[in-house]
């Protein structure tokens, strides 16, 4: 048997190894996806629910904690500026009154709350959903390789939370509540605008820790490589170092801080889309 020939084979019995749920119809395919969906806004629904159920905690121990002197960032931070010699580490010291402008603000906004942790606690399950949606139409190989595809995801999402949470959600309020441009002008923070900001930079810096995953997929399907992300690395530091001075206060210490984390995923991701590119290089010439 030729060479050709012995590949067309081995080709042949990779897509007979697929499950039949790989071959159904469109129609099939958007019913399976149907239910996806819908288990997963049930379970969304549930743990909003919840949350909702539990306004006191929700709100007093994590929504406005960050606000607080005794909140644990803020006396971690504390603590490092007595230790290093400085003042600009007290952060979020004074108290912060929160104002509500409509009648309607503070049912809604209890409403958007519960919805969004139900989202960031289903994440996982979300995930899960995800991965049995696509597996059957991976082939064992790929499979074998993605298999802690749901682990990882949901480990790095969590991870970003919690650091979205604990360091650059208290930065930013003492940023952005104490930042004035005159004496004559005085702050008083709309609820909405507090809320808006914690859930908003909370759940973005849980996305922000899938870069790894994101540079994983998009290296196999061959949209990005780890000489693009090389090529880019200077003028990516750049922007995430700009991020963190603006988020932080005027201290190198906390623009580390937060900057740290984000170039280690950014190398993390070149290194996963180095083995990716190199696998799918390999697997080509062979064949």
């Known amino acids: 048997m030729s060479e050709e020939a012995k590949r067309e084979e081995q080709s ?9 749920q790989a071959e159904m119809s469109f129609l099939e395919h958007l019913e399976e996806l149907r239910w996806h969906i819908i288990r997963s806004v049930v379970l969304i629904a549930v743990f909003a629910v919840a949350a909702f159920i539990m306004k006191d905690f929700i709100f007093n121990e994590i929504i406005f904690k960050p606000k607080m002197p005794d909140f644990w960032s803020n006396r971690m931070m504390a603590k490092l500026g007595e230790y290093v010699g400085s003042d600009a580490l007290n952060i979020n010291q004074h108290p912060l009154k ?20 139900g989202l960031i606690l289903a994440a996982p399950f979300i995930f899960f959903e995800i991965w049995k949606f696509i597996k059957p139409a991976l082939y064992d190989k790929e499979r074998k390789h ?4 749901v682990f990882f995801t949901s480990l ?10 604990f360091i650059i959600v208290p930065l930013s309020i003492d940023f952005l509540t104490t930042y004035s441009v005159s004496p004559e002008v005085e702050n008083q923070i709309n609820m909405r605008s507090y809320i808006g900001t914690v859930t908003s930079i909370t759940f973005a810096s849980g996305f922000i820790f899938l870069l790894p995953i994101f540079s994983f997929f998009l290296s196999k399907v061959g949209i990005l490589t780890p000489k693009f992300m090389k090529n880019y690395r200077r003028h990516a530091y750049v922007i995430m170092f700009v991020v963190a001075a ?5 201290d190198v210490f906390s623009q580390i801080m937060v900057a740290i984390p984000l170039v280690v995923l950014y ?17 080509l010439s062979e064949i």
């Open 98 to 117: 929160l104002v509500s402008l409509k009648m309607a603000d503070q049912f809604m906004l209890h409403f958007m709350v519960a919805i969004v942790l």
């Open 246 to 250: 603006i988020i932080t206060p005027p």
């Open 12 to 20: 042949t019995k990779k897509r007979k190894k697929k499950t039949p």
């Open 146 to 149: 993605a298999s802690g595809a």
């Open 267 to 283: 190398e993390l991701s070149i290194f996963i889309s180095k083995i990716v590119v190199k696998k799918r290089e390999k697997r």
């Open 156 to 165: 790095l999402f969590m991870i970003g939370i919690l650091f979205g949470y």
